[in-house]
């Protein structure tokens, strides 16, 4: 049998603010930070919570530091659907980078795409891209006619 994704066993509650604070500061510090960089660190991101107040902060609060497949308390990354742009969950890299490439039906990675955790606490937030600062839009693979792309590729300020 098939394990299932860690963050269907949590409680929907939100962990207490002081807690999530607490937790924060420890991290920050075990990875080198001196509790001065730790609280400004921590000030940064309730003033990004602040201005974002979306559905990822929401999630990557409930979450508490933990991957919603695996459990662990690692540095995390936003997990989102790449054909709706909605954020679907945070996952550490290692669980991220296989979600991505494993697509067989009834596996852990296919089970947390059926019920992650944005559906668990039933948050909607579309993806917002921390490079380009734009959010995800939903694609239509339907309409890409990937024939005609390989040849504009191929052709394109080569002059052929």
């Not at 999530?20 to 000030?43: I, K, N, S």
């Not at 890299?93 to 039906?105: I, K, R, V």
């Not at 309409?143 to 040849?151: F, N, P, Q």
Request: aromatic content about 8%; proline content about 6%; charged content about 25%.
């Amino acid at each position: 049998m098939t394990a299932n994704p860690l963050c269907w066993y949590w409680p929907t509650e939100l962990p207490d603010r002081g807690d999530t604070r607490r937790r924060f500061l420890e991290q920050a510090e075990r990875l080198g930070c001196t509790p001065e960089q730790a609280q400004v660190l921590w000030d940064m991101e309730c003033a990004a919570d602040a201005v974002v107040n979306d559905g990822a902060a929401l999630l990557a609060r409930w979450q508490d530091g933990r991957c919603a497949i695996c459990g662990k308390v690692r540095d995390l990354v936003c997990d989102h659907d790449h054909e709706t742009g909605l954020v679907r969950g945070w996952l550490c890299h290692s669980c991220n980078t296989a979600e991505g490439t494993h697509w067989e039906p009834d596996t852990i990675f296919a089970r947390y795409r059926e019920r992650p955790p944005a559906t668990i606490l039933g948050v909607t937030a579309r993806y917002l891209n921390p490079v380009t600062g734009a959010y995800a839009e939903a694609r239509h693979p339907q309409a890409v006619d990937w024939a005609d792309k390989w040849t504009d590729a191929a052709s394109e300020d080569i002059g052929l």
